[in-house]
């Protein structure tokens, strides 16, 4: 059973009903518990659950050091095209937005690694638009060896492949695998995404199962939040991360909060997320899942990125560029996926992380 026809289970499923007849007491009830079950979860991400916040982020905070010790990676993405043949309505790389199109060449991929590692960063996210003409397989293994070069970890995010196409990838030096459902809403999705094929749910909602089957080391999922309500999205990343760990015990998986930001095309948000959501989806992940990456990027504040240090987060993006070659000159005039929302250089997070009594780390672990 893919996790596709897993959360079938809950088609129809009242959240506001749900969240309504929630209790303060059931909710001091459930940040007690030990193991927490998916209504458990459900609960801590309700509205009610804001009145108890406070408790969740030293619970989430304790659980986090024992799993992690006080230790944050830095990781950066590198965009190497936004060509795409999806219309994404909220995206800045949708097709139908009139933006400066292009794809690094690999000298210029080369330019751009000299500049990212010399940060000291040694975990890059390869970041393409879905275009398999403009960035096909074989492009995108040879970025991969170039990238092993000068960094230990190489993720990637790209358009959905076949388990054979991560295979290849893999053994081309992928690590890991990130893709974002952007809304567990099969409906809004079909609204959301009007060309391409990216219009196809269930091929993409089981993308992470097709790479854990060809052995990559780790997954990550998430939400796009601002699309949907918060708390029926959160839910089902959450469930979707705990249906990875299940099924694919080999591999590390991780889950991340994108929050909507400023994009070519100026889509608004349906609902607005706040700081405090943000807080409260990262306490009530970690509560859930107490063994579980949990990322925070550069579309977040500084503020707010320093404050949820000691919550949960693993993983901190640095420095971030989303044009395309944009550490490099040959990048600076072309149009970002979005606005980044944290410009701080990898020195003021090293240090930002140190001050709140935490190690930065720019080598994951499990590549020594």
């Not at 100026?266 to 306490?283: R, V």
Request: charged share 25%; net charge positive.
């Amino acid at each position: 059973m893919s996790f596709y026809d897993f959360k079938k289970q809950y088609d129809g499923f009242d959240f506001k009903n749900f969240c309504r007849n929630l209790s303060d007491l059931e909710i001091v009830k459930i940040i007690n518990k030990e193991n927490l079950s998916e209504t458990d979860f459900l609960a801590l991400l309700s509205p009610k659950a804001l009145n108890r916040i406070e408790d969740m982020a030293q619970k989430a905070s304790a659980i986090s050091t024992k799993h992690f010790g006080k230790s944050v990676l830095l990781y950066a993405p590198l965009y190497v095209s936004n060509f795409c043949i999806n219309n994404c309505v909220y995206c800045g790389f949708s097709t139908a937005n009139a933006i400066k199109r292009e794809v690094l060449n690999f000298k210029e991929i080369e330019d751009n690694c000299k500049i990212v590692s010399g940060y000291g960063i040694r975990h890059i996210l390869l970041v393409c638009g879905e275009s398999p003409v403009k960035t096909s397989l074989e492009y995108l293994q040879e970025c991969i060896k170039i990238l092993r070069k000068y960094f230990d970890c190489v993720d990637i995010e790209i358009y959905p492949l076949e388990e054979s196409g991560y295979e290849q990838l893999r053994e081309a030096g992928a690590d890991g695998l990130a893709v974002y459902q952007e809304t567990y809403d099969e409906d809004l999705y079909k609204i959301l995404h009007t060309k391409g094929a990216k219009t196809n749910y269930r091929y993409r909602i089981e993308t992470c199962e097709r790479a854990g089957r060809a052995g990559y080391r780790s997954l990550n999922v998430g939400a796009l939040l601002g699309l949907n309500d918060f708390v029926s999205e959160m839910f089902f990343a959450g469930l979707h991360a705990k249906y990875l760990q299940k099924n694919f015990p080999q591999s590390e998986i991780g889950i991340s909060f994108p929050r909507l930001r400023p994009a070519a095309g100026g889509y608004e948000p349906k609902t607005i997320i706040s700081d405090k959501h943000i807080i409260q989806a990262i306490c009530a992940v970690r509560l859930f899942i107490n063994r579980i990456n949990v990322s925070v990027s550069t579309r977040e504040s500084n503020a707010l990125r320093k404050n949820a240090i000691p919550l949960g987060i693993t993983r901190l993006s640095a420095a971030s560029s989303t044009q395309v070659g944009g550490y490099a000159k040959s990048g600076k005039d072309s149009d970002g996926q979005f606005k980044i929302n944290d410009g701080a250089s990898v020195e003021d997070v090293k240090k930002m992380i140190y001050e709140k009594g935490y190690q930065p780390i720019m080598k994951d672990w499990l590549s020594f």
